[in-house]
């Protein structure tokens, strides 16, 4: 792939919505399996989304912010 950014290359990845193995670096699995907790914690009602564990980061270093919906407190 080409690159050291490992969020970059796990977010570039889930973004080409392709079926793939990850060969190397082990460590990019983690990155995918972050990236999946993050992304279903963003999209999960609040009652039922997991805990996003404190390691998982968005590429600006920040932890997921969370959104509130018209109409909810």
Same mark, same amino acid.
Not at 6 to 26: G, K, S, T
């Given at each position: 792939?080409?690159? +050291?950014?490992?969020? #970059?290359?796990?977010?570039?990845?889930?973004? $080409?919505?392709?079926?793939?193995? !990850?060969?190397?670096?082990?460590?990019?699995?983690?990155?995918?399996? +972050?990236?999946?907790? #993050?992304?279903?914690?963003?999209?999960?009602? $609040?009652?039922?989304?997991?805990? !996003?564990?404190?390691?998982?980061?968005?590429?600006?270093?920040?932890?997921?912010?969370?959104?509130?919906?018209?109409?909810?407190?």
């Amino acid at each position: 792939m080409g690159t +050291d950014d490992l969020d #970059w290359a796990a977010r570039w990845l889930i973004y $080409r919505n392709l079926d793939f193995d !990850v060969l190397e670096p082990p460590e990019l699995t983690r990155h995918i399996h +972050d990236l999946g907790l #993050w992304l279903t914690h963003c999209h999960s009602p $609040r009652t039922v989304g997991p805990r !996003v564990p404190d390691r998982v980061r968005q590429s600006n270093g920040r932890a997921p912010a969370t959104t509130r919906t018209r109409g909810t407190r």
